[in-house]
């Protein structure tokens, strides 16, 4: 499987641990993860997006899977998400969000939904590498006025946003 760099380099960042309890938020055609359920031994992993395409996609593509308990696939955007599951990483990649305007309803449910030391993770492959700079300002910004300690680590092309609630 064809697998974009910057989902492989976004899932290295999480550092998944086996029993981990994880939150994707976006997960398209479900490629991300499947990489986050390969590590994940008696952990679990909750996709989530609004689009019922990629959820019937990223469903078949991560039938293993579920069929393992490992992972659960939901049609549902995040802000209608309805859980009592708590979790040690929540991640989003290329999720605009984030971004493009305020996200503290969402930022307060995230952190509802955190375990205590847990984080999240907001990854982005801008189409401009020049942008990387002002992506990392705003969700910085954005991420410190909504109750989180943000934590910026960049590759050459790629840039994670790292935050744990204050």
């Known amino acids: ?12 960042r999480l550092d998944v641990a086996p029993t981990d309890h994880v939150l994707e938020i976006g997960c398209g ?49 995040l802000e209608e998400l309805a ?24 930022l307060a449910l995230i952190r509802g939904l955190l375990r205590p030391g847990g984080a999240l993770h907001l990854c982005y492959e801008p189409p401009d590498p020049a942008r990387l700079t002002d992506l990392a300002a705003t969700l910085q910004a954005a991420l410190t006025a909504h109750g989180f300690h943000p934590t910026t680590t960049t590759g050459a092309r790629f840039l994670d946003v790292s935050a744990t609630p204050a």
């Open 1 to 12: 499987m064809n697998v974009p760099d910057r989902l492989r380099w976004a899932v290295e």
């Open 29 to 77: 055609p479900g490629v991300a993860a499947d990489l986050v359920c390969q590590r994940l031994d008696g952990g679990h992993l909750l996709a989530i997006d609004r689009s019922p395409v990629a959820i019937d996609r990223a469903t078949r593509r991560n039938a293993a899977h579920i069929t393992a308990g490992r992972a659960d696939f939901r049609d549902t955007a």
């Open 83 to 106: 859980t009592d599951e708590r979790f040690d990483t929540a991640f989003a990649v290329n999720v605009n969000l984030f971004w493009t305007r305020s996200p503290a309803h969402e």
